[in-house]
């Protein structure tokens, strides 16, 4: 069952969900037939993509915001790594940030342009700490739930046996599951009907419950048409569900096939549902909770009409209130209203504020200056001022093939030759110059009230990026420079991995969490005329070197850049680093440099603390918690299996609780 939509003026009525484990079959699966079904329905379009942003089917092209209205980010796990507009739903408990590693996943949240809220105070407030001292940010505000909006079916008590499903991931830890001793009870008494997979990971995961049917295929629709049959759904939550306040898909579910429903005691039945729904205890001991459900099985079997108008009341709300075709066509209809209003707090009050946009391609490369031109075309501030920097011999030998680049692009690109390599009379390369003396040529050449950004050849933008640096830069009070977050990527065995990085690093160096060159916006008139007696010394930390060199600096928040950290330019900056460091010291002495960072009075802490305060049993569960996540992060695993290993971590982890 639909409503009426009208798609809005201006859309493309396709939108984007990012499914990050295609190679295991999971709830996600199941939410992403349903908005598929529903958007089909609205006279819209739902396609799969990768974290990336590429189609999951052929022909797997990179999307754009030329394809896309939006993308509907399902999970923290993975940053935003596409320029299209996003949106992260926040159904997630605030354990689950926890169990997984809260410093390391919460940032993720903050690469997506908006949020997505199911009503969860717990998971709303989070989003709200985070965004709570940026005016450029507002907190979620459209709601989505884990819900669908067909087959809505007419209420029924069916068979008047309870239907569950899932996978019970606890077996695959040779423990038992968390309603185990519940639902071999319920087995026993025969009022049980258990669906979903059979053998998962070589596990027999239903093994000795005669009420196993079989697995549902996540097709969107079969689960509710089940569920219809049994007539009454069973709804148990997780303890990190129960606190964040967060229902699942099993509720929705459980209402759209018109059945019965018998929660457990978390909030959000009983703060939207009311007396509609059935309710357990299900913190009590097993045997109490057992007779409640049993009890309300009884009922059900002895007073009919009345069951199913319980049914018919909770299918109301439900189809009033949480349905997904609801959701969605709101999404829709106020889109544009809502990037608008998102655009206005980061964007410069002057949308055409000159900014040079320098393009550095020290070697000739056609992917890289089709890298340049798509990261120009995207931008959405008026006044950028691109310039397409290149080695002078390959702006010479390259004219036709760059010239018919630039015209084809039909942007406004102008180019600008420097000496990127030392050649002999007969244009043989001798060596490579340092970045430092490539960037203070393009410095010596801007005008003094000039705002420019370098890009990297690695590099690719978001159509915010210069936007949202310019803005940042301008309503900050004597800022000199303004920095964005920003997204690494690499490959390993065919996956494309994320990582965002907040932080300004100034004075380490990490051949896989480079610095960066787009991330800064700088004033030309706040360089000191000295910078040049130790820039041209300095290779890879050039860029570091200028940001070093301008104290009063601003975040504009936003990881809005990408930066490939297997390119041959990342690598290719080899590292002089005491000699780097001690030019870096002269110039900048205000900067702690020692090792990593660390300045030399946190050194002599360490120096002095003995060998024992280091042991891991001395540190707090806490503490250990977070090495572990640390650890698991760094294994180079397929995402599947890395997910795997969190449901068996977080089982351990909350063992006995």
Known sequence: MTRQFVKPDGVIGRFGVVKLWPKVKAAEDENIARLKLTAKSLGLECVEITPDGRLLESPHTRQTQADLDFVIHLHFETPKAYDVFSFVALWNPLQF????????????????????????????????????????????????????????????????????????????GKKKGRHQELLDRIDRAGNLRIYGPKIFQGVNVWEGYASYVGPIPFDGVTAVREISKCGIGLVLSSDAHKQSELMSNRLFESLAAGAVVIADENPFARKFFGDTLLYIDA??????????????????????????????????????????????????????????????????????????????????????????????????????????????????KFETDIADHLQRSGLRISTRAVAVFDRGADGRIIRRRRMGQVLQELIDGLPAESLFCLVAPDEELFAEHVQSLAGALTRSDGAQMAFSDIVYQHQNDGTTYHDVQHRLELTEYQINRPLGFARFLFRRSALDATLNSALPYVDFKAVALLASALEHRTPSTRA????????????????????????????????????????????????????????????????????????AHSVPVPGFIRRLMFWAYRAWLHRGK
Request: glycine fraction near 2%; proline fraction near 6%; hydrophobic fraction near 40%.
């Open 97 to 172: 940030y926890f169990d997984w590693g809260y410093r390391r996943f919460s940032p993720h949240l903050l690469t997506h342009d908006d949020f997505i809220s199911c009503s969860s105070t717990w998971t709303d407030d989070h989003v709200r700490r985070l965004v709570a001292h940026d005016p450029t940010r507002l907190p979620a505000e459209l709601t989505m739930y884990h819900s669908l909006s067909e087959p809505i079916l007419e209420p029924t008590l069916g068979e008047k046996v309870i239907f569950y499903a899932g996978i019970n991931w606890e077996r695959l």
């Open 283 to 396: 913190s009590l001991p097993t045997g109490e909770a057992f007779d409640q459900i049993t009890a309300h099985i009884n009922w059900i079997k002895a007073h009919p009409a009345e069951a199913l108008e319980l049914a018919r009341k909770s299918q109301r709300i439900f189809v009033e209130q949480f349905a997904l075709d609801i959701s969605l066509s709101n999404i829709y209809l106020r889109l544009h209203s809502r990037q608008q209003q998102l655009q206005q707090l980061y964007a410069p009050a002057d949308e055409n504020l000159p900014v040079d946009l320098l393009l550095l391609m020290p070697e000739y490369d056609p992917a890289v200056l089709d890298r340049h031109l798509q990261s120009v075309r995207t931008q959405r501030h008026k006044g950028i001022r691109p310039v397409l920097v290149a080695d002078a011999h390959d702006l010479t």
């Open 560 to 631: 809005s850049m990408i930066a490939d950290i297997q390119s041959s330019f990342n690598l290719g900056l080899k590292p002089n680093e005491i000699f780097e460091r001690e030019v870096m010291r002269d110039y900048c002495p205000a900067l702690k440099l020692w090792g990593n960072s660390i300045d030399a009075a946190v050194r002599d802490q360490l120096e002095q603390l003995e060998p024992s305060s280091l042991s891991l049993k001395r540190l707090s569960d806490m503490n250990r918690t977070e090495i572990a996540v640390d650890l």
